[in-house]
């Protein structure tokens, strides 16, 4: 009952406009409604009001970003659990905990610390470049990426953890700092990173591929994240399968599952929503040279922003996105967003409704467009 709630958080707001509680809640109403400026607006108000509150900051650096407010938007994220815990880190060492530039990064060692999932880095790691340019780069981070990461060429070493007091020769910076340090050289949303697959997994699975049936080839997923009820500020996202299964019946070809754990009897109802067996390639998820061969070889990649997204865009290859409302803050407002450019965004509307977002999607099925991958 939005405009009832609205009406009470305005009352608590007249009447005690410093409560933190009633500035968190408007934001997050505000949010819901799709008014985004005024979100962000009570949120900058709550972080000003509670400056230690741990997920306040990442409320409104995810509605700056959303918004396109870059320069505002990463100030915020500079506020997260993982950024303070290493400025607590660094200062213990007695070495500066300040995000330092890239041009006051030129000649140096900098280790870059990956400090959340595999997607996430993969994002922040588009900005590596631009810092190769004027320094020697070391990763920090799941080993599972490093093999990927070699073939990038650059990085001088791969590690699986960074020791900031036994290494002081290496300046350290989180993943999550590069658009930050890299804020005055050029591009702030650059393509993502190239990574080429590596070719004797292509080799393997063009061949299984090829044994399941005729193109197109189109990899799905219909969950990712984390659910809100577990953590506030999380980037949940799903959709219904029998809904998504229908708008792809009339494209053909060969569909595989690149869901990651899906729950029992899913993939079954996959199959009969789309009247043809899917084939079950979740496995993938535990091995990412396979997960990156496959979103390669796909001629179509439909489903929800997930890992396999960014290592598609690593790939080279587009997809068709689901992306649920509110929208995350890396697929934007617009019809396309900065951050994935050629990926085409299908939005669910705000009231949770699907409808539009999968009848364009079963338009362009329909069509025979192939062009997405």
């Not at 041009?103 to 999932?117: D, F, K, R």
């Not at 699975?205 to 044994?211: H, P, S």
């Not at 193109?215 to 990712?224: A, L, Y």
């Not at 506030?232 to 792809?248: E, Q």
Request: hydrophobic share 45%; net charge neutral.
């Amino acid at each position: 009952r939005l405009d009832e709630a609205q009406q009470a958080l305005d009352r608590a707001l007249a009447s005690q406009p410093d409560h933190v509680g009633a500035l968190r809640h408007s934001g997050r109403l505000n949010v819901g409604r799709g008014e985004f400026a005024r979100a962000a607006a009570f949120f900058a108000a709550a972080v000003e009001r509670d400056p230690a509150d741990a997920v306040l900051p990442i409320f409104l650096f995810q509605t700056e970003l959303l918004l396109g407010h870059w320069e505002r938007g990463w100030v915020a994220y500079r506020r997260r659990a993982t950024r303070r815990a290493l400025e607590t880190a660094l200062l213990e060492c007695k070495r500066s905990a300040r995000i330092p530039s890239v041009a006051e990064l030129a000649g140096e060692s900098v280790t870059l610390i990956a400090e959340q999932g595999l997607g996430d880095t993969l994002f922040f790691l588009r900005f590596a470049p631009t810092l190769k340019r004027v320094a020697t780069l070391h990763f920090a981070g799941d080993a599972r990426l490093h093999p990927l990461l070699g073939r990038t060429g650059l990085f001088e070493s791969l590690r699986a953890t960074a020791d900031i007091a036994s290494d002081p020769a290496h300046a350290v910076l989180l993943a999550g700092d590069l658009p930050e340090a890299c804020r005055d050289s050029g591009d702030p949303c650059p393509a993502p990173l190239r990574i080429a697959p590596d070719p004797a997994r292509l080799a393997a699975w063009t061949m299984k591929l090829e044994g399941l049936g005729p193109k197109p080839w189109t990899g799905i997923t219909w969950r990712s994240g984390t659910p809100h009820k577990d953590l506030a500020f999380a980037l949940h996202k799903t959709i219904s399968i029998p809904d998504l299964m229908a708008s792809l019946r009339p494209l053909g070809g060969t569909v595989v599952a690149l869901q990651r754990n899906p729950a029992a009897g899913e993939l079954d109802s996959a199959s009969r929503a789309l009247g043809a067996g899917v084939h079950d390639f979740c496995a993938i998820n535990d091995d990412l040279e396979d997960a990156l061969a496959v979103t390669a070889l796909l001629d179509r990649h439909v489903g929800v922003s997930s890992t396999n997204m960014h290592l598609a865009a690593a790939a080279g290859k587009t997809a068709d996105v689901l992306v649920p409302f509110p929208p995350e803050w890396r697929w934007g407002l617009g019809s396309e967003s900065p951050w994935f450019k050629g990926f085409r965004v299908l939005r669910q509307a705000s009231g949770g409704d699907w409808s539009q977002a999968l009848a364009s999607l079963a338009a362009s099925a329909s069509g025979g467009n192939t062009s997405r991958a």
